[in-house]
């Protein structure tokens, strides 16, 4: 059972506009959200996290939300740029998992020029 | 940056060799870690340690085994590849300590292994 979904395996945006990815989550103990980013060939890179005490986290152009009732979080890249063109993991821990982290499948984001 | 390296980054080997995908890493890190991840496909843990003679098997069965003889050096071997080994060998780390519990991962580039 997946606890951590990204039901968006790709996502086509306007250069310049806002790009928005979800991640939703089933497991009400995890604590702690983080953004990964990954071009071919390469390894994840960290992009954003976000602890369960806060609702929002903001680094330049990305923004993280969580909705807790709703199980939810989404990243928000303004204004979007051709170098976002990749595939965007969200990733959860929690305290009683040694911070182990669940990962999602992962969303293409590809920007349009 | 992050200091962590992946050798080879690319192989592709025939059933039944065996193999041995190289990791190491600068940074003094004490916990690493290895995931295998397929296009599409969640990264899934298959071996961590948390220093020297630690090591434990990951979330995801695998078949291959790991060694911590040296903080920097990770190594992952298949004692005999198969075709179902086919994917993508992701080697992390972190430091250890209260203070880093939520520090992200530092990844290597990978290491894209097929198995004809």
């Known amino acids: 059972d997946q606890q951590v979904k990204q039901n968006s395996p790709s996502l086509s945006v306007q250069e310049g506009r806002i790009s928005i990815l979800n991640c939703d989550y089933t497991?009400?103990?995890?604590?702690?959200f983080l953004w990964y980013k990954k071009y071919p060939a390469e390894g994840p890179t960290f992009l954003i996290s976000i602890s369960s005490i806060k609702d929002k986290n903001e680094d330049g152009r990305f923004t993280v939300f969580l909705n807790k009732s709703a199980k939810h979080l989404s990243l928000h890249i303004v204004p979007s740029q051709p170098g976002d063109s990749a595939v965007y993991f969200c990733?959860?821990?929690?305290?009683?998992?040694?911070?182990?982290?669940?990962w999602g499948a992962g969303t293409k984001l590809i920007i349009k020029p | 940056e992050a200091d962590i390296y992946q050798t080879p980054r690319y192989l592709v080997i025939g059933t039944g060799k065996k193999i041995t995908l190289e990791c190491s890493q600068t940074?003094?890190?004490?916990?690493m870690y290895w995931y295998q991840q397929d296009p599409g496909m969640e990264l899934h843990l298959i071996h961590y340690?948390?220093?020297?003679?630690?090591?434990e098997k990951g979330d995801l069965s695998s078949e291959s085994t790991v060694s911590r003889i040296r903080t920097e050096h990770f190594p992952l071997t298949l004692e005999s590849a198969r075709p179902s080994h086919t994917s993508q060998y992701l080697c992390a780390s972190k430091p250890t300590g209260a203070q880093f519990y939520n520090s992200p991962l530092h990844f290597g580039n990978g290491t894209r292994l097929t198995v004809t």
């Open positions: 340690s948390y220093g020297v003679n630690s090591t």
């Open positions: 497991n009400s103990m995890f604590d702690y």
């Open positions: 940074m003094g890190h004490d916990k």
């Open positions: 990733a959860a821990s929690y305290t009683d998992s040694n911070y182990q982290l669940i």
